[in-house]
């Protein structure tokens, strides 16, 4: 398939991607999948997130929500990725709760914009050869870039407020983009003249992606893939 037919990634396809890279034990990487497609933080921002940011070290307990002032819109944490990092702060064994979140568990080393294109090229294309092999389905998505997680969480924001005018120009200043035109651009829609809404989390918690051993259930994983990623119907 050439190039320009391929799609964007999604908030789905990422997260699941992101509970399987934890099955490689490539943890920081899976949370950042796991997490980013929620909060819609441009990704210096996401991977200056520390543990601090999101819970209580001394409880263990995650915070409600995110509120970085340097950064404006609090986050709400929602219930899949509070378990998440409660799960990973008490695998990791966390000590200094000042640290990043998103390291590079093999090397030490924290995750930087500047090399995660390449990082999260391998894994999604080892992912997409993964789902192949599991299920039959191939998932034609493009090149995984370090914008994917914002525009997945920008695209599930106009598909809630159903391509309204006002949400691209919501979007346009809140993501810093010069023209109400370059957001529609990069998102490659065009609004409809409906009701707007403007929010965080966007992922139904009944999706079947959050259900135990999903990964493993490969007629439940295949139906998913073909319904849900595919064919990209809810």
Known sequence: MVEQNKIH????????????LWEQEEYGHAMLCIHAPNWGYKIGHQLKLTWNDVIDSKTGK??????LPYVGHSRPIRTFAKENIEMAFKKLKIKDASEP??????TGKPLTSSTLNREMQRFSEKFIDTMKEKTGTELYYRPFKSNAFEIAWA????KANQYTPQIYRMLSQ??????V?????????EPDDLSTYFGFDLIKEESPIFQKDFLNDKEALSKFLSINLYLQID
């Open 155 to 158: 695209k599930d924001l106009t």
């Open 174 to 179: 809140f993501m810093g983009h010069r023209t």
């Open 101 to 106: 979140i998103y390291k590079n568990w093999k």
């Open 62 to 67: 995650c915070r409600p929500e995110i509120d």
């Open 9 to 20: 990634w999604t908030s789905k396809a990422i997260i699941l991607m992101g509970f399987w």
């Open 181 to 189: 035109k370059d957001t529609m651009e990069l998102l490659e829609e």
